[in-house]
């Protein structure tokens, strides 16, 4: 018997040793960032925290104050990319835009610079959101412009990637069947890849504004 004979019988016999059945189920598996239980008050405390602590703008409005917060967000611009009025928390929103003389450019305009979007989710532990793209939903309204904002509900607040994931099995995993694609966006866009220097837009938008409606 060869040396390297020696070595695979010996590396057959490893994998042939482990016990399959010892592997942890999904039920036993634990939560990357381990949190206690926590009620809905204290769920949106820590994502307001984390997402604010990555860069991240943070707003808690009705549906008027976040049109209003909208449009001091877009500082007079004439054009946004956004998904369609019925992906989004505010109702008629194209409608208000329409009336205060806003246009909604085409999906793939790169000159832009307000997007907006609704969230499939929101994660606590992270401060992350949680975007599916589809019909109705560009992907480049949160992408391509320097400055994202992102509706979203004080219901669509999981805990952790984890509950999330939970919720997705429980539903058919539809982010992953159904959408076209499904990215979790945490914090602004940012990079220290070269030189360690740390630059914001080189993926994606400078900033992140959150507005979280009731709901």
């Not at 049109?67 to 019925?86: A, F, K, N, Y």
């Not at 412009?145 to 979203?152: C, E, F, G, T, W």
């Amino acid at each position: 018997m060869t040396a390297r004979d020696r070595i695979l019988n010996r590396l057959r016999a490893n994998v042939g040793a482990a016990n399959l059945g010892a592997r942890p189920t999904s039920a036993d598996r634990r939560h990357m960032i381990p949190l206690l239980e926590m009620d809905a008050e204290e769920r949106l405390a820590l994502f307001t925290r984390e997402a604010e602590q990555l860069g991240g703008f943070v707003y808690q409005l009705d549906a008027n104050e976040a049109v209003e917060q909208i449009m001091d967000l877009l500082e007079g611009d004439r054009r946004v990319l956004s998904w369609d009025d019925d992906q989004l928390p505010i109702a008629g929103l194209r409608k208000i835009f329409d009336s205060l003389g806003v246009a909604i450019a085409a999906p793939g305009d790169g000159d832009v610079r307000v997007g907006i979007t609704g969230v499939t989710a929101a994660l606590a532990a992270t401060g992350s959101l949680v975007l599916e793209s589809g019909a109705g939903r560009p992907r480049g309204a949160s992408l391509l412009p320097d400055r994202h904002i992102a509706l979203m509900t004080a219901a669509q607040l999981h805990k952790d990637l984890e509950d999330w994931g939970a919720a997705q099995k429980a539903r058919g995993c539809p982010a992953f069947r159904e959408a076209s694609n499904t990215v979790i966006v945490t914090g602004p866009s940012k990079t220290a890849d070269i030189g360690h220097q740390l630059v914001k837009g080189a993926h994606g938008p400078r900033e992140l504004h959150i507005l979280i409606l009731p709901g």
